[in-house]
């Protein structure tokens, strides 16, 4: 039981933290980089990933976050710039999450 209890903690705390680099990271390129040129490369969405992979990866030794929540997170702040970006490219500007 108590196995079970660890696991679903696990996802929680995963899901809770690649959730909020994604809102966070689209949100902060969509509203202060809108005039940034170089947010609009491929080399953007890339950097942002591995130094968020990196700024987590210390915290692997915490009983909840793993290798796996690292790249997860590293991934969906990725995914949030190239987000934001398209949101400023398309004219979004004030669109939600």
């Known amino acids: 039981m108590g ?7 696990s996802i929680a705390v995963s899901l809770a933290v690649t959730t909020f680099g994604y809102a966070v990271s689209r949100r902060y390129v969509r509203d202060r980089l809108k005039y940034v040129d170089a ?3 491929m080399k ?18 915490l009983p909840f976050i793993g290798i796996g929540t690292a790249m997860v997170f590293g991934l969906s702040v990725g995914l949030g710039v190239k987000a934001g970006a398209n949101d400023i490219r398309i004219g979004r500007l004030s669109g939600g999450f």
């Open 3 to 9: 196995e079970i209890l660890f696991v679903a903690a």
């Open 39 to 41: 947010v609009q490369t």
């Open 44 to 61: 953007a969405p890339i950097l942002a990933g591995v130094g968020a992979w990196l700024l987590l990866m210390p915290f692997t030794f």
